[in-house]
């Protein structure tokens, strides 16, 4: 299926070379789209431990729940590598 483009509002199929420039763009940023999914996946756990983290200052002993909330969120990325199929533990 050819892609097309719009030049002083003609309706123009695109040349071989532009049609390679457009497929290399798709092939580059579907190679992104792991680091991407791994880049928000951290972001959204170090959002979780971000809430916690009052807890785990000096003067503040944490629970054993609460030790092993806060290590499985830091391993989660040992297992999971996006947010659409990650599963959360529970926090305490």
Do not use: C, H
Not at 20 to 30: E, K, M, P, R, Y
Not at 41 to 66: F, H, I, P, Q
């Amino acid at each position: 299926m050819p892609n097309y483009k719009i030049v002083n509002n003609v309706k123009t199929e695109l040349t071989d070379e532009e049609q390679a420039t457009v497929d290399a763009g798709i092939t580059a940023s579907l190679l992104e789209r792991p680091e991407r999914d791994l880049f928000n996946l951290r972001k959204k756990r170090n959002e979780l431990l971000a809430e916690t983290d009052y807890l785990a200052l000096s003067d503040n002993t944490l629970s054993d729940e609460m030790t092993t909330y806060r290590q499985a969120l830091r391993d989660i990325t040992d297992t999971y590598s996006s947010l659409n199929t990650v599963v959360w533990p529970t926090k305490p």
